[in-house]
């Protein structure tokens, strides 16, 4: 009676992953199989459909900041002049630090009036004006965050808007999760096929599914123009930030011959 339900719920498996479409061969690792064809497989055969998922936790190797300086002042001209002199050398000391032009882009600059309403003439009055511009510096060396941090401060940018993390390689990273999602397809497969008296056979599909990684990021950080903010930010501890790990994901649908 136990069979005859396996088989029952095998053939239910095997007609709907005839109805999805054909999928493409790829390369996948050895004593793995996948065609183009999930009907291949016999119609008296039973099969088991499983899914397997694979999880990497990759060291980030690269670090984009994004820095803003503004300034409130009466006069555009002089305002600008003020915020173009902290620019210039906030990128004669990045490129003094080693870092390249091209990892580094600049904005343009954005200029707002603002306004005070006035309860007694019941109309808004004239404050200043608002001068903002940012910029974004990619590090390919992370351990050099503190360096830079501390030093753009101490220069005068008073804004951090983000500090975000990424890989430089991240398909490295989804292939070795691949592996391992396809390896515990196999695995569950193997359990099931145990368990019901069955042996497990080759694959008949393997199909990739839902990939993910999850980027650190710290968006919208208001910084105060000093050194020792800085330093209070980065922990005061003097050992720069703990980059963590970035987990990249990786899920598989499996469909296995039992015999």
Avoid: W
């Avoid at 984009?64 to 009466?74: A, N, P």
């Avoid at 209070?232 to 003097?238: D, K, P, Q």
């Amino acid at each position: 009676m136990r069979h005859f339900l396996l088989l029952a719920s095998v053939f239910f498996v095997f007609f709907s992953f005839c109805a999805l479409p054909a999928q493409a061969t790829r390369a996948l690792p050895s004593g793995v199989q996948a065609t183009m064809n999930p009907c291949a497989v016999k119609s008296h055969e039973p099969i088991i459909a499983v899914s397997g998922s694979g999880e990497v936790q990759a060291i980030p190797d690269r670090l984009r900041m994004r820095f803003g300086v503004s300034e409130r002042t009466q006069n555009v001209r002089e305002g600008s002049a003020n915020m173009g002199k902290i620019l210039g050398q906030a990128l004669e000391f990045m490129k003094a630090s080693g870092i390249d032009e091209k990892d580094i882009q600049t904005s343009h600059v954005n200029i707002q009036r603002e306004y005070r309403f006035n309860n007694a003439t019941n109309e808004s009055v004239f404050v200043h004006y608002h001068l903002s511009q940012s910029f974004a510096v990619t590090l390919i060396d992370p351990s050099m965050y503190e360096k830079i941090f501390a030093g753009l401060i101490d220069l005068g940018i008073n804004e951090v808007q983000e500090v975000s993390f990424s890989l430089s390689n991240p398909r490295k990273y989804f292939d070795e999760a691949l592996g391992i999602a396809v390896r515990d397809a196999q695995r569950k497969a193997g359990v099931l096929a145990d368990t019901t008296g069955l042996t497990l056979g080759s694959a008949v599909s393997i199909q990739e599914g839902r990939q993910e990684h999850i980027m650190p990021r710290t968006r919208n950080v208001l910084m105060a123009a000093s050194a020792d903010m800085a330093s209070g930010a980065l922990g005061g501890t003097g050992e720069g930030m703990a980059l963590g790990t970035i987990p990249v994901r990786v899920e598989v649908s499996a469909v296995f011959r039992a015999n």
